[in-house]
């Protein structure tokens, strides 16, 4: 098979533990209130900044999860990760449709667009590791 | 689709794990092919027939319902 482009298997981890260090960050920043509206505008002010610590490493973060090398990358490891990708594109515009057909106000369009940002990733990378899950336990013995 | 991978590794005697760094793969699709739940694609299975050295039709055969 010809090799497909995919990040090195290490990436996993780190991009895993992109994704562990911006719950902390969200979390103080939510329980001392400070929202990531910028009220300082301009490419360096705090509301920039809050935002490339949280969004900007949840989405790289779950980015190299998702598309990091297996360990062994055969053609069956292909196929799951395409059919997994098929999915969660699937299960995502399902979500998207619905929530445009129900929502009726600006700011709940905003926030339902938000996250299209992380959520096909995040379905990606659950139905993948759930196929493959799948695939070790129907395993016969040898 | 069956294939004769299992009585054809017992003749060579090599292992699911062997076939499977022979030919690049995982011994995960080695073992799903045996069980049939997975079909290779044309360069594997000509890949698991150069181990074998036997044509690819002694290895994988058709059936009826295919």
């Known amino acids: 098979m010809k090799p497909q482009f995919l990040f090195p298997t290490w990436t996993r981890w780190l991009g895993l533990a992109l994704f562990l260090v911006h719950l902390p960050v969200i979390l103080i920043c939510k329980s001392y209130d400070i929202h990531s509206d910028p009220v300082d505008s301009g490419m360096f002010g705090s509301g920039h900044l809050f935002f490339v610590l949280t969004v900007v490493l949840m989405v790289s973060g779950l980015f190299l999860i998702a598309f990091a090398r297996e360990r062994i990358e055969d053609e069956q490891i292909y196929q799951l990760r395409l059919s997994s990708l098929r999915w969660a594109i699937f299960a995502n515009y399902l979500i998207l449709i619905i929530c445009l057909i129900f929502i009726n106000n600006k700011a709940d369009y905003k926030d339902m667009l938000g996250l299209n940002l992380w959520v096909p990733l995040l379905l990606f990378i659950i139905i993948f590791r759930w196929k493959i899950y799948r695939l070790n336990r129907s395993l016969k013995p040898e | ?66």
């Open chain 2, 1 to 66: 689709m069956k294939n004769n991978l299992r009585v054809e590794r017992a003749i060579k005697n090599i292992t699911q794990a062997e076939l499977a760094e022979l030919i690049g793969v995982s011994r995960q699709t080695i073992n799903t092919i045996e069980s049939n739940k997975y079909v290779p694609s044309t360069v594997l299975a000509l890949k698991i027939a150069r181990v074998f050295e036997k044509p690819v039709e002694q290895l994988f055969i058709l059936e009826d319902a295919d």
